[in-house]
Every structure is written in structure tokens, then in C-alpha cells.
T-cell receptor, first 113, second 113 residues
Framework: GNSVTQMEGPVTLSEEAFLTINCTYT??????LFWYVQYPGEGLQLLLK?????DKGSNKGFEATYRKETTSFHLEKGSVQVSDSAVYFC????????????FGKGTLLTVNP | SQTIHQWPATLVQPVGSPLSLECTVEGTSNPNLYWYRQAAGRGLQLLFYSVGIGQISSEVPQNLSASRPQDRQFILSSKKLLLSDSGFYLCAWSPWTEGNTIYFGEGSWLTVV
């Protein structure tokens, strides 16, 4: 089956620190990979995605590269802000599965001023 | 542009009462539609998905049901709520022209008392 493993945290950083949230996956087939962000009390927002090996998704200063050889899709940001405090979910979808997302358990990020 | 609307945003219901959560998508046709639940602790569970009018697939046995009476409308229902139905419910959609990306609504907080 399909699965996503991400560091559960919580992760606490100071403003302007470097962020890495690790995500690895297993999939039956060729997955597309996603990072979603959930701010307190809100729904999930698509942060970035990558659909094939070596693709780099990027948005709002966040980046993640689809690494097929290591089955990873780690999320990075060079300088976090207080407003980045949220829960981050790594997810995958495999074509032919009616596009059902498989999620990691989420990583709570808190950025202190 | 496409948008998703979900309501009500918050509701408190007594045990044994009925439930109806509604979701509509605008600006697209024939989307895949999904209901997810997020219980305390952040994990996301797929409850139902639909690839067309009247076509509903259930992922887990439970006290809930879903219906799709129109192309862009998805309804989550229960005849008699249980305490364990409390949680954060998220409607989501995937455009058939970009089938592997799923977008979420703002969510509905349900508390069963």
C-alpha cells in the first residue's frame, strides 16, 4: 500500500531560522507529492507540489524536491517567520486511485519572535 | 477561478440528533469530491469520495453517509450522531482536468454533546 512518514514534531524555531521537515514515502506506482499547510482553526491549503522525479515545488519561500532514489520530499525554508506557525502535512496520490490522498500525520511548527 | 464552499462552519449537536454538512464547488464541472475527518491529534481520515452524481464510495464503516445530488454538491449526513462523531470535517475536490491535485474547503467543526 501507500504510506507517508514525516517527522511529527513539534518543531520550535526562532524567527529567521532554517526549517527542514522530513518526509519519506512508499507507494505502489508513481506518486505525485504534496505539502499542505493548516493554520490554526482553518482548512488545509496546498503549499506546493511535485509530479515527477527531480521536480522542485516552491511557494512562499518554501521548497521541496521530489527525490525518487531516496523516496523523499523534504520541506525547507531558509528563514521562517512567526506567520509560518502551522501544521504541515506531507501527502501523496497515485494515479488510478481516484486521486485519494495519503497523508502523513502532520508536523506542528511554532516560530517564536 | 474555482472555489469551494462548506457550511456550516461550526455546529454543536446533541447525541442522537441528525447531521447535514454541505459542500459546493464553483467554477468547474465533474470534479472528484471528498469528505475527510480530522480528529483530535491532527490525523486526516478519508471518509467518502465521489467521481460523479450518485456515485459514492465509502472508505470506512461508520455512522455517516454521503450523497451527491448534483454535479458540484456533496453532502455529509447522519441520522443519529454519536459522541465519537465529533471532529473537524473537510470537504475537498479535485478537478478532472488536473486530476492529481486536491483542494480543501475551510472545514466544519462538529461537537456532539
Amino acid at each position: 500500500g501507500n504510506s507517508v512518514t514525516q517527522m511529527e514534531g513539534p518543531v520550535t524555531l526562532s524567527e529567521e531560522a532554517f526549517l527542514t521537515i522530513n518526509c519519506t514515502y512508499t507507494a505502489t506506482g508513481y506518486p505525485s507529492l504534496f505539502w499542505y499547510v493548516q493554520y490554526p482553526g482553518e482548512g488545509l491549503q496546498l503549499l506546493l507540489k511535485a509530479t515527477k522525479a527531480d521536480d522542485k515545488g516552491s511557494n512562499k519561500g518554501f521548497e521541496a524536491t521530489y527525490r525518487k532514489e531516496t523516496t523523499s520530499f523534504h520541506l525547507e525554508k531558509g528563514s521562517v517567520q512567526v506567520s509560518d506557525s502551522a501544521v504541515y502535512f506531507c501527502a501523496l496520490v497515485v494515479g488510478g486511485s481516484n486521486y485519494k490522498l495519503t497523508f502523513g500525520k502532520g508536523t506542528l511548527l511554532t516560530v517564536n519572535p | 477561478s474555482q472555489t469551494i464552499h462548506q457550511w456550516p462552519a461550526t455546529l454543536v449537536q446533541p447525541v442522537g440528533s441528525p447531521l447535514s454538512l454541505e459542500c459546493t464547488v464553483e467554477g468547474t464541472s465533474n470534479p472528484n469530491l471528498y469528505w475527510y475527518r480530522q480528529a483530535a491529534g491532527r490525523g486526516l481520515q478519508l471518509l467518502f469520495y465521489s467521481v460523479g452524481i450518485g456515485q459514492i464510495s465509502s472508505e470506512v464503516p461508520q455512522n455517516l453517509s454521503a450523497s451527491r445530488p448534483q454535479d458540484r454538491q456533496f453532502i455529509l449526513s447522519s441520522k443519529k450522531l454519536l459522541l465519537s462523531d465529533s471532529g473537524f470535517y473537510l470537504c475537498a475536490w479535485s478537478p478532472w482536468t488536473e486530476g492529481n491535485t486536491i483542494y480543501f474547503g475551510e472545514g466544519s467543526w462538529l461537537t456532539v454533546v
